[in-house]
């Protein structure tokens, strides 16, 4: 009995020792895989912070030409800043750890730029350097309060200035992974365990390879991955190329004839390029069919004898509605003439001359509409000729839109994307726009949606594009100067010796932009303070300064211009700016909510007005 009872504790020590010794390699590795997704989430969590000057920089301190765009080059969209002969812009910054300042600056010509770190009183210039071409930056900043300033002489783009959080516990990780992995191997255990713990790590590691060939290979074939994928990375800068569109020597670019396909669209243009957030529009979902003839005009087919041409860009294809909807439709069916669409969107006065003389007049058009858009047509002939002499440089070329200002770097993925696409909830959640059941009925302004109580009851929702904003306080003599209205100038006589010699008649049928048709009542519904704030939401892109009475003064001056200048060249003009403030101030929408496009009953005030002012014209 004795000896049993001495030998007993020595065996279960025995045994107590076995288990420890065989967990140890299992705690071990447990600390070593807790090291690794330590280090995965550090990495995969790096934030980055974009630069944008008309939101990030301190205005008061900005000297010079400076301004924001966001420039399409090849498929992605890339933030730059334009800074003029002599500029000056800053940035308040404020880091919790160190970071970096990356950017590439381009230059036209010959420049020069210095970038100074302001903490306090102290002072550091921390960059600078004379330039002839593009040069790549990674400049370190350290952690705390300050101000970087931006001193140029000469004009430079200055491509995605982004600070991006320094990975800087790599030696930490390093030297914890080589410790953990020599005790792991230094440690005895059985050989169950030791398989175990082999297996585990040929999975984890062929999973993490696997996933890493999978995202190598999506980043190469990005381009022809489905629709569903190319949209969801839209947010990150992916242009994809539309293949309703065909690159064209003559026209820059221009719709694929005989297409037979599908539009869908459910946030419109103000949401898609940045300007308003998705979840303050309610997004009401659009799908129609999308054809166009052998010519590559939206219409059913080619008609060899037309009565009525109709020339424009996007309000004239009407791309954001079903072909039946557009203006040249609803003429054709209100008048019962032949109305032929050559609208194409993107088009300025210059393309749509190049149309006129290669379609339109070869069928013989009793009329030829030309729809003149006031919000980008004069900017839109600049480009083109910018385009044709092959001169287009950063800040011109086309424009895309805004890319979120913060991000991290597992949300670039493809991975990510695929996830987002295939189990939408684990996506970001967009929060619906409130309903306007509950809210106060007075007139209201909300981070660039308008609510304004309208005749009837009713509550008139909607966004307007800065950029048309800012544009109706600029004075007459602004648009006479410039080289698009010069331009435009050339291409409409040549429109009407064109017309002439083919025993047509021309119109100029004048489009205003959203915010010119719904100023009246943006101006008459809210007050003084409430008015100046919507406005400055508007101008605080590029930081521009702009006041109601400045709106008031000038907003019919591009209407007045082109009006006398077809006066004088006798030119048949039409503005439906009066007809279609009359309706917006009856409550009737004429735009898209959250696009600068007509909706259906945009078009019909347009196809009315045009069917009555050719009447009289007989």
Known sequence: MNGYIETLPRSARTTRARAKASARPVWLFAALLSLCLCVAADWFTVGTLRLYVDENSAANRQEGTVWQHFGVRGNDVVPEIISGDEARFVFPVSLATPHWLLFTAQPEGDAEYKIILRSGA?????????????????????????????????????????????????????????????????????????????????????????????????????????????????????????????????????????????????????VRMGFIRPELSQGEKHRYPFQTDAEGFRNPTVRSKIDIAALGDSFTDAMTSPLEEGWPARLEQITGKKVQNYGTSAFGPQQELYVLQDYAIQHQPRNVILAFFAGNDLFDAEHFDRWEQADEKPGEETTGWRLPKRSRRYETLFLTTLARVALPAIGSQRTPAASLENRNPGPRFDRGIYEIPVPGG?????????????????????FERSRGWELTQATLLRMKETCDRAASRLTVM???????????????????????????????YNHMQLRAAEIQANRLAQNDLLHDFCAEAKIQFLDLTPALEQNAAAGRAVYFPDDAHWNAAGHEVAAQELAKFLALQQ
């Open 122 to 270: 102290a002072s550091q210039q921390i960059a600078g350097r004379k330039i002839t071409s593009a040069v790549s930056e990674k400049i370190s900043l350290p952690a705390g309060d300050g101000e970087l300033q931006f001193v140029v002489h000469g004009r430079v783009a200055w491509f995605d200035p982004r600070l991006v959080r320094k990975f800087f516990l790599w030696p930490v990780y390093l030297g914890a992974f080589l410790a953990l992995t020599l005790a792991l191997r230094n440690r005895p255990s059985p050989p169950a365990t030791r398989a175990s713990i082999g297996n585990w790590l040929a999975l984890i590691a062929s999973t993490v390879v696997c996933l890493g060939l999978i995202e190598f290979v999506l980043r190469h074939v990005a381009l022809k991955l489905p629709p569903a994928v190319l949209s969801a990375r839209h947010d990150l800068g992916l242009s994809a190329p539309d293949p309703r569109w065909i690159d064209s020597p003559r026209y820059k670019q221009r719709f694929r004839p005989n297409l037979n396909t599908v539009c869908e669209w459910q946030f419109g243009d103000i």
């Open 458 to 478: 009713g509550i008139l929702r909607f966004a307007v594009m800065p950029a048309y904003l800012q544009k109706l306080g600029s004075p007459r003599q602004e």
């Open 510 to 540: 004048f489009v205003p932009a959203k915010a010119e048709v719904y100023w009246p009542l943006i101006e008459h519904s809210l007050g003084a303070e409430e008015l100046q704030r919507a406005i400055d939401f508007s101008c605080r």
